[in-house]
């Protein structure tokens, strides 16, 4: 702590532009763009590597969650990253473990819904990392979309001097969205678990082929996801992207996100995507 500290005010007086990235490690390639996409835009790198407990509820997998320090480093400094900053759960909450920043209403639905402080958690974490690293500019993925809106939300409200850049989902080939979680699937499950994908994929056909009733986009999804029967769905629905309220019928124009979160055995998934109405 003390170190990422001093560390930040070297580069500020030495005038050096800093991208931030923070994540719950077990790195992979969707973290990989965030920090390789910062290293171009910035003299120092700093990927923070924090396994936020208040942002899992009583019955998530915090215990469980995938820690590897040592390959984590490894791949930061494999993608340009200048700087770990892995703070323990007591650096970060010196007053007690406990979300303190509200997330506002955008936390409130879906994610919100199914996972209740989730979004209180999130916003206290980020609140507190840009308070220490101080970055000119960090960097999220599309994957937690919800997440985005969320940060950026905060970020304003609270006027804080970083900017949010938010870079496109990472998938493997086969379209499933790369996440840390993803270790958690056996053999037959990750095979299964393409099904977000592909139901995105149909979400955004039926949208592309003129549907523009909520509705339908969420039928072309769910029909998709009820080949699984394995898959237990949340939610599957189409939103506006701008504020996640819902639209009965959009129009030509309108930016649909369509959001998907499912679980497959004790796994929890969540992917999206955007699609701007013809
Ligand atoms: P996490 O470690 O899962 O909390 O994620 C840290 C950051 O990486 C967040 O901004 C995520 O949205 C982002 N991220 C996670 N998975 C992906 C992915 N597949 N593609 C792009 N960004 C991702």
Redesign the pocket.
């Known amino acids: 702590m003390e170190a990422m500290q001093s560390l930040r005010e070297q580069w500020r007086k030495t005038g050096r532009s800093v991208g931030f ?6 790195l ?1 390639k ?2 990989g ?2 920090i390789a996409t910062a290293a171009e835009h910035h003299a120092e790198v700093v990927v923070s590597v924090f396994v936020n407990p208040t942002q899992f509820g009583p019955h998530e997998d915090f215990e469980r969650y995938p820690r590897n320090l040592d390959r984590d480093v490894q791949i930061i400094r494999e993608y340009g990253g200048t700087a770990v900053f892995a703070p323990s759960v007591g650096e970060m909450y010196p007053a007690g473990i406990l979300a303190t920043i509200h997330a506002g209403p955008l936390g409130e639905p879906l994610e919100g819904r199914h996972r209740p402080g989730h979004f209180d958690g999130v916003a206290t974490v980020v609140h507190r990392l840009l308070d220490i690293v101080r970055p000119d500019v960090a ?6 979309f919800q ?2 809106l969320v940060i950026k939300a905060m970020v304003e409200r609270e006027q804080l001097p970083t900017g949010i850049t938010v ?5 493997e080939p086969d379209g499933l ?4 979680r993803n270790a958690y699937l056996t053999a037959e499950q990750r095979t299964k678990a393409t099904v977000l994908w592909r139901a995105l994929v149909a979400a955004q056909a039926a949208i592309t082929a003129g549907k523009r009733q909520a509705l339908d986009i969420e039928q072309a999804m769910l029909s998709v996801l009820s080949t699984v029967q394995e898959l237990d769905v949340d939610y599957a629905v189409a939103v506006n992207a701008a504020d996640l309220s819902s639209v009965a019928e959009f129009t030509t124009g309108q930016s649909v996100a369509c959001l998907i979160a499912a679980r497959l055995g004790t796994t929890r998934l969540i992917d999206n995507a955007v699609t701007v109405v013809p």
């Open positions: 990235v923070p994540t719950m490690g077990a992979h969707g973290h763009a965030l960097y999220f993925g599309a994957k937690d997440q985005t870079l496109p989902t990472v998938r969205a790369m996440s840390s």
